[in-house]
């Protein structure tokens, strides 16, 4: 078998700034008052990825993790010395009860069925979800007296919140279900406040509070407008430069012709890297204080700018602007999906 060698430098870069990203965790930990900051990184931290993120908000001080799926538990464990890793849909089979036993990350129990089956397989330390309204996951408040649930060593005790960004009445209402039927469980500790949810107020802090997107730059709620800072900074290459002509049209479905001379930039960054063709129109790249605007249709692989009098050459890279609020605004996709849409292509440092 032939020894590939290294692989070449990528054309797709995703720069993180550790700073910020450390600065965000801190800054929901104190703005959790007497709470303590989690962290959820489910989805290889939003896209960001787990290698470079979990390092960096445990040294920061984060010692519970959140996880939805069991396949992603083995990358985390590498990274949370002395944390909790727990998995957020809980164990849905006896392989996953096993699992969970073996490596010891935390099941959340969701159900009745969910909370058999841990027992089943041993038991232990695990977490449990109320649904006080989202209606996703959860047992039902009426159900927190049952036999099976009672049986249960519960470490904490949680519920979601479906309108922390917003300013809705079922905020309070979910509170309110949740305070009661908390009350009625034996846990170690209370959790209900995502990203948005800090925002509202010590009331909904309880002992642990969740945070995801607001960690890696997204602005859940107005009032963490001023306290978070922008953690992903994506950049491509240019692969090659072209001379269009008045009538030359562009990409895809032709969407764009030249109406004069144009430079223009054909980039490696495309709707497979998480650049959405919703983000094309009306968007732009930057390059050495230059906006260059997206002409023609997002492909997969590329996009096309208008280089305009910059000193744009192949080989160089562009900054692709990644402004969370800004950009799920103009593109009507939600901050949550821009990140997660990220892909597998860059390299991430
Ligand atoms: C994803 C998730 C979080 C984090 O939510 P953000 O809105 O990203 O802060 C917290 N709790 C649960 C149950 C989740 O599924």
Request: proline share 5%.
């Amino acid at each position: 078998m032939t020894r590939l060698p290294d692989e070449p430098p990528r054309s797709l870069r995703l720069n993180i700034d550790r700073e910020a990203l450390a600065a965000n965790w801190l800054a929901l930990h104190r703005m959790s008052g007497e709470a303590e900051a989690g962290a959820a990184v489910k989805s290889d931290a939003y896209g960001l990825g787990v290698e470079i993120v979990v390092p960096i908000l445990h040294e920061a001080g984060a010692r519970h993790f959140f996880l939805a799926h069991w396949s992603e538990v083995p990358a985390v464990l590498n990274y949370s010395e002395g944390a909790t890793v727990s998995v957020l849909h809980g164990v849905r089979t006896p392989e996953e009860a096993a699992f969970a036993q073996t490596t010891g990350a935390i099941p959340v129990i969701n159900s009745l069925r969910q909370a058999v089956l841990w027992k089943e397989s041993g038991g232990g330390t695990c977490h449990l979800m109320i649904d006080t309204g989202i209606n996703r996951l959860g047992i039902e408040p009426s159900e927190v007296s049952d036999p099976a649930i009672r049986s249960l060593d519960i470490d904490t005790v949680m519920s979601h919140l479906a309108c922390a960004d917003e300013d809705s009445a079922m905020n309070a209402r979910q509170l309110a279900t949740f305070r009661k039927a908390s009350a009625a469980v034996q846990a170690k500790r209370r959790s209900l406040a995502n990203s948005a949810g800090i925002a509202l107020g010590p009331q909904y802090h309880f002992d642990l509070t969740r945070p995801g997107l607001a960690l890696y730059g997204g602005i859940a709620h107005p009032a963490l407008a001023d306290v978070i800072k922008q953690v992903a900074q994506p950049q491509a290459a240019v692969i090659q430069m072209r001379d269009l002509s008045p009538g030359d049209s562009v990409g895809y479905n032709a969407i764009w012709t030249a109406e004069q001379s144009t430079r223009a930039a054909t980039i490696s960054i495309g709707y497979a890297d998480g650049l959405m063709r919703a983000m094309g129109p009306g968007g732009s790249v930057s390059f050495d204080g230059w906006q260059l605007p997206v002409i023609g249709k997002v492909s997969m692989d590329m996009i096309v700018v208008d280089a305009g009098n910059s000193a744009l050459a192949e080989g160089d890279f562009v900054d692709i602007p990644l402004n969370l609020p800004e950009t799920s605004a103009r593109s009507g996709l939600s901050q949550y999906e821009i990140l997660t849409s990220l892909g597998i292509r860059y390299s991430r440092s």
